[in-house]
């Protein structure tokens, strides 16, 4: 049975980032705490509580004064940063440098009268963080169902959460589009009166639609691992299943049955934007080892 990682999995260069922020700053010995779990993965986040990254919340704050929290690449909303400087807390920002650019995009458009809709999951981190951008204004929505929830007399941009699936982005914005007489979509750009605009959907997530579902395809078998709270590993987990009915999805090597791999020439591993690679290739080992415990 032939084991294959896939190469184009593993984590994004926004989380890549925020952990060598992390480590880094953990160097000098000094406490650093991460204002909640530094990615959606319980075995990454473990591996870094073992050399010093304590993840703490938003009500432990005001016992951290004069201490280091870290912003993890979600980033947070304006009354974070707000209450840090109240606490004497020193901040490293760690926010991914694209949910930034959709924050300050964001900010533009409210300064400016827009009604903000954003389409995400309304407790995800990244999502609290933006919406705090509009005073708490912005109307979330997961689905083409939740659009009545918009007003349609107000001039209106549709933003995007980094992670979430460009397909149902675009039906709601020529939903929107039919609806609001002055409506825009969100993008990166400064001439984002552009009907023909980008979403602000992270590249590094959308761009492995194709790639993953060719390479679940190519596989006999596949195997999705991803902490359970991951919003996009939700969401390649799905494209993968499309692909290949024979997709299970595991956190941990732990999880393997040996029963899944029956009669599998071909298995392929692949994880979400937050899955380390070194998890991958402890995957790819453990499903070796249940092949040789069969054939014997």
């Not at 779990?37 to 990454?44: G, K, Q, T």
């Not at 912005?138 to 007399?153: C, L, N, T």
Request: proline share 3%; with cysteine; aromatic share 8%.
């Amino acid at each position: 049975m032939k084991v294959s990682v896939d190469r184009n999995a593993g984590f994004c260069w926004g989380v890549v980032r925020t952990i060598d922020i992390a480590e880094e700053e953990m160097s000098s010995g000094e406490a650093l705490y991460s204002l909640g779990p530094i990615i959606h993965n319980p075995v990454e986040i473990d591996r870094l509580k073992a050399v010093g990254l304590e993840t703490v919340t938003h009500d432990d704050l005001a016992g951290l004064r004069g201490k280091r929290v870290l912003i993890r690449a979600h980033g947070e909303p304006p009354a974070t940063y707000a209450a840090a400087r109240r606490l004497g807390i020193t901040l490293i920002d760690a926010t991914c440098p694209v949910v930034t650019k959709v924050q300050e995009r964001i900010r533009k458009f409210y300064d400016n009268g827009y009604q903000i809709v954003i389409f995400g999951k309304k407790d995800h981190a990244e999502v609290i963080g933006l919406v705090g951008h509009t005073n708490g204004e912005a109307v979330v929505i997961k689905s083409v169902e939740e659009i009545d929830k918009v007003e349609q007399g107000r001039k209106t941009v549709l933003f995007s959460q980094t992670t979430m699936d460009k397909a149902t982005f675009y039906k709601i914005a020529d939903l929107l589009r039919k609806k609001i007489q002055e409506f825009v979509v969100g993008t990166f750009e400064e001439s984002a009166i552009d009907f023909h605009a980008k979403d602000t959907i992270c590249g590094q997530v959308s761009g492995r639609d194709k790639k993953l579902r060719e390479y679940a395809a190519a596989n006999d078998v596949m195997v999705f691992v991803a902490g359970r709270n991951s919003s996009n590993g939700k969401v390649l987990f799905d494209i993968c299943h499309e692909a290949n009915p024979r997709s299970y999805f595991i956190e941990n090597p732990g999880e393997l049955k040996s029963a899944w791999f029956a009669g599998a020439e071909t298995v392929g591993i692949s994880g979400a934007t937050s899955t380390p690679q070194w998890l991958m290739e402890r995957v790819k080992e453990a499903i070796e080892e249940l092949a040789a415990e069969r054939h014997h």
